[in-house]
């Protein structure tokens, strides 16, 4: 059985590190805690907003809402426990849930105000 996300020692001798050794972007993840924390009660705060007229628009804002919700609590939840792993999945769950129906959210907005021309 293969399980990513760790590393035998074998691995990280490979790197150049000690057995449980942190990697030199461990550090990296410090920020997290506080920005994914800030993310979830912007989100809060979005989440009150109106809804916005159009409705493909608002299906997509709301699932964006969600995404960054969801990735933010994990995020958070893993930086007060120093977990890592817990980290990386709340970024990536923002990154990939949240951003891209953003993204779409935003799309149809501007494709509604240039037809409304």
């Given at each position: 059985?293969?399980?990513?996300?760790?590393?035998?020692?074998?691995?990280?001798?490979?790197r150049?590190?000690?057995?449980?050794?942190?990697?030199?972007?461990?550090?990296?993840?410090?920020?997290?805690?506080?920005?994914?924390?800030?993310?979830?009660?912007?989100?809060?705060?979005?989440?009150?907003?109106?809804?916005?007229?159009?409705?493909?628009?608002?299906?997509?804002?709301?699932?964006?809402?969600?995404?960054?919700?969801?990735g933010?609590?994990?995020?958070?939840?893993?930086?007060?426990?120093?977990?890592?792993?817990?980290?990386?999945?709340?970024?990536?769950?923002?990154?990939?849930?949240?951003?891209?129906?953003?993204?779409?959210?935003?799309?149809?907005?501007?494709?509604?105000?240039?037809?409304?021309?």
């Open positions: 059985m293969v399980r990513l996300g760790r590393r035998g020692p074998d691995q990280e001798a490979e150049g590190r000690r057995p449980g050794q942190r990697s030199e972007h461990a550090h990296d993840r410090r920020p997290a805690g506080p920005a994914c924390r800030d993310l979830l009660a912007q989100t809060a705060k979005a989440e009150k907003l109106d809804p916005i007229p159009d409705e493909g628009a608002q299906r997509y804002w709301k699932e964006a809402l969600g995404g960054f919700r969801r933010a609590a994990e995020c958070a939840d893993g930086a007060a426990k120093n977990e890592e792993g817990q980290v990386s999945r709340g970024i990536r769950a923002v990154q990939t849930e949240g951003l891209p129906k953003l993204v779409s959210t935003v799309t149809l907005i501007k494709a509604g105000l240039a037809a409304a021309k």
